[in-house]
């Protein structure tokens, strides 16, 4: 084809045109990756929340999935414990899985962590009455025990239920924005036989279960270290441990787990609910939690489930992957991270860990990890208060919860309900019922704009 100048002229000018476009945008480009608002709160580390046991998957199947980083040997044992964790108990006599009661709340552990995630109900009730056990924890109600069993097996009374009712409340935002809170109302129904005086009660929902092997393998002096019970730093935020009894070693530990530190280790843990969830004795808790109850069959059964069946299901709950979070390079999640840590959360919500060395499972060993915990209990406040002791926790105080994987509650659990009764209907609800310690960062959120709380959830959604 002939030359044309008038197509070289055209094309000439075309690429002028395109160079000062591609000049343009890259400078809006390199003013963006430069801008130090965007710079400080994005960290491409974070998205391994659980070091090397992260799953990099977002899916329904996204709490309840093997860390993939376990060996050959490990992998393996947590598929057996994949099945204990899901097996259901049935009253005996029976060639699998028997030993079911006499009294309990459910017959596996699943069906209360639905796919290893939390629940969108109240589950368990705890129960005491004033005073201290031997060990310093709880003082069982006499005639009930430390737990309300809503079941029992055929012939057996169970010991009775709790009826709950919401009140809806409704408030404003400073910017005129509504919104509303549950607030719920616990009532002890059909007991078959009356309270003892002063019973208490605390309602629980489920909360998840993957990732617990890294907040075991954190050292406790690391948690000791970061308490600061008598707020000496002047922060308004006083976090302290709880100290509880351990049942292996026969003192008192740090405790890690359950919504108010009452647990040292996931062994203790998950024997704790195979007792009073399921009425499964085992080598930790061998006595029937309705032992010396009118409900008592007096059998005294050998331990239902061996050492072997508790050490695998304990494992399962210590090598669940951690899911990673998502979009953290989004500009709106940035700026919902930046309020995150400028209003606060972050004070209880502690980002980063190290962990320590958890005996025999090195995959949960020496990582670096963004669980969003502190590990230690606080204050928060009259509404979210049970008015009920347990160990060094008292009645207001509540262990902070980590946070990561919490935006993928709704596609893994079908629910968005949080909070320690699950009255939380969403996030938001989450955040507006802090009080006590966290009173000013929940302050601090009801005072931002509507944009500015949007772009803090949707931070929160993204982990």
């Known amino acids: ?222 948690i000791i270290a970061s308490a600061d019970e008598n707020d000496n730093n002047q922060d308004g935020i006083s976090g302290k441990v709880n100290f509880v009894y351990d049942v292996v070693s026969g003192t008192n530990q740090v405790g890690r787990f359950g919504w108010k530190a009452n647990q040292p280790h996931l062994d203790q843990q998950t024997a704790g609910a195979f007792s009073g969830d399921m009425g499964i004795t085992t080598p930790l808790f061998p006595q029937e939690s309705c032992s010396g109850q009118v409900q008592d069959d007096g059998l005294g059964d050998d331990p239902e489930v061996d050492a072997v069946f508790l050490d695998v299901t304990s494992f399962y709950t210590k090598t669940l992957a951690v899911p990673a979070p998502r979009n953290l390079d989004n500009p709106q999640v940035q700026k919902g991270k930046q309020l995150f840590f400028e209003i606060g959360c972050e004070n209880c919500h502690r980002q980063k860990w190290t962990t320590g060395v958890l005996a025999d499972i090195p995959e949960v060993s020496n990582q670096t990890i963004y669980p969003y915990t502190d590990m230690l209990l606080h204050d928060m406040g009259p509404d979210l208060a049970d008015n009920r002791p347990d160990y060094l926790a008292n009645g207001y105080e509540w262990k902070t919860r980590p946070l990561w994987g919490i935006g993928l509650t709704a596609l893994a659990n079908g629910h968005t309900r949080f909070l320690h009764d699950a009255r939380a209907r969403n996030l938001e609800e989450a955040i507006l019922w802090h009080g006590g310690e966290a009173q000013k960062s929940a302050d601090a959120f009801k005072n931002l704009s509507a944009t500015e709380r949007a772009n803090l959830i949707k931070f929160l959604e993204a982990l």
């Not at 005996?92 to 639905?114: E, K, R, Y």
């Not at 169970?158 to 616990?186: K, M, Q």
């Open 1 to 222: 084809m002939p030359f044309n100048s008038n197509n070289s002229k055209i094309t000439t000018t075309s690429i002028i045109i395109y160079s000062v476009i591609i000049l343009a945008f890259s400078a809006i480009i390199y003013s963006c990756a430069t801008d130090p608002e965007i710079i400080n709160w994005y960290n491409p580390d974070e998205y391994a929340a659980g070091g090397a046991t992260t799953l990099y998957e977002a899916t329904s199947a996204a709490f309840s999935t093997p860390a993939p980083n376990l060996s050959a040997s490990a992998f393996q044992k947590h598929m057996e414990g994949d099945v204990t964790f899901e097996a259901t108990f049935v009253t005996a006599p029976a060639p699998n899985n028997a030993g079911l009661g006499p009294i309990f709340n459910d017959v596996s552990c699943v069906n209360c962590h639905t796919l290893d995630g939390r629940g969108d109900k109240p589950s368990v009730f705890r129960l005491s009455i004033p005073g201290t056990d031997l060990n310093g924890g709880p003082n069982p109600a006499p005639g009930f025990g430390g737990q309300l069993q809503d079941k029992a097996v055929f012939g057996t009374l169970a010991e009775g239920n709790v009826t709950i009712t919401y009140i809806e409340e409704f408030y404003s935002y400073p910017d005129g924005t509504t919104y509303s809170l549950l607030r719920p109302i616990y009532t002890i129904d059909n007991t078959y036989m009356p309270l003892p005086p002063g019973t208490m009660l605390s309602v629980r929902a489920a909360p998840p279960v993957f990732g617990l092997g890294l907040l075991e393998a954190i050292n406790s002096f690391d």
